[in-house]
């Protein structure tokens, strides 16, 4: 007999459960988040967009500390930066100069590979428009960022597990109806609730979310942030999460502002 894994292989006693679902759909974590550590933070973060001739400088040093732990806010009006801050925090843009650290190190200047991997595995990223893949169902929109964190062969080896942890995490959610529908056949709000799940699916520290009720009505938005109110007590996760309304903001445990490049305390 060979030695070579059979890409059929979903046989339980070869299976490791994997380990993002583990974190968020289990039940709380017996450990409490050591409170107040900073996690995630900016530091002297500046960064400009060029339009023709002219530079144009969004954040003008922007320092910013994200606890352990915590759901921060981000408020500021539309253009201060939002969007690019975030973007920076998450390592899917690169500062001009200034810094970004992430559980005790530095991540804005590691070699795009190592970015990738941390982005996969420990950041978690919701936007407005949710992003869902159109062609895929919601079972496989939440399964996609597994497939790229194990790597396909790795993947199938254990992709009844992966299935499992999934389709737990669309549960939680709210959404264990709707596993083999399409993005199109969603409301708005599941829609949403589908990319917190694809978001958690690697087992992420932090959710990175930009304006993620923008999109919802008044009562949609209000489930959403219970919903990641709950994400952030139950299950620890820590939360920075951007918006222009002063209302939605005003869910989180901390405000800080964004103004002219700079980010103070609200
Ligand atoms: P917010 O999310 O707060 O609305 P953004 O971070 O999206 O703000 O944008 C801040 C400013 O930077 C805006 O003036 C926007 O037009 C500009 N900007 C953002 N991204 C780019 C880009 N890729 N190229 C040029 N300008 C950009
Ligand atoms: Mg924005």
């Known amino acids: 007999m060979s030695n070579t894994p059979s890409l059929a292989t979903t046989d339980s006693s070869q299976r490791r459960a994997p380990r993002a679902p583990q974190r968020v759909a289990a039940s709380p ?7 107040g550590e900073t996690q995630l933070s900016a530091r002297q973060v500046k960064k400009s967009y060029r339009k023709g001739q002219v530079s144009i400088p969004v954040l003008r040093g922007v320092d910013l500390e994200v606890r352990r732990g915590e759901f921060l806010a981000i408020i500021g009006q539309s253009g201060s930066g939002k969007s690019t801050l975030l973007h920076l925090l998450g390592t899917l843009d690169a500062p001009d100069s200034g810094e970004i650290h992430f559980g005790g190190r530095r991540i804005d200047n590691l070699p795009a590979r190592d970015r990738d991997a941390l982005r996969n595995r420990q950041f978690g990223m919701i936007f407005q428009f949710y992003h869902l893949l159109p062609e895929l169902t919601m079972l496989e929109n939440v399964l996609a960022p597994q497939m790229i964190a194990s ?6 080896r254990q992709r009844k597990a992966h299935v499992e942890a999934a389709t737990q995490l669309l549960s ?3 959404l264990e109806h709707r596993l083999k529908h399409k993005p199109r056949e969603l409301s708005g709000g599941e829609m949403q609730r589908a990319a917190i799940a694809r978001a958690l699916v ?3 520290e932090v959710l990175l979310a930009d304006e993620p009720t923008g999109n919802l009505d008044h009562q949609t938005g209000r489930e959403i942030l219970n919903l990641l109110r709950t994400l952030n007590r139950a299950h620890h996760l820590t939360i920075c999460m951007v918006t222009h309304d002063l209302s939605i903001a005003q869910e989180a ?4 502002r964004l103004a002219e490049g700079q980010v103070v305390e609200a």
Do not use: M
Request: hydrophobic share 40%.
């Open 29 to 35: 974590a017996p450990q409490l988040p050591r409170s």
């Open 202 to 204: 690697t087992g992420p």
């Open 253 to 256: 445990d901390r405000i800080v």
């Open 172 to 174: 939680l959610v709210g």
């Open 151 to 156: 790597g396909v062969f790795q993947y199938l």
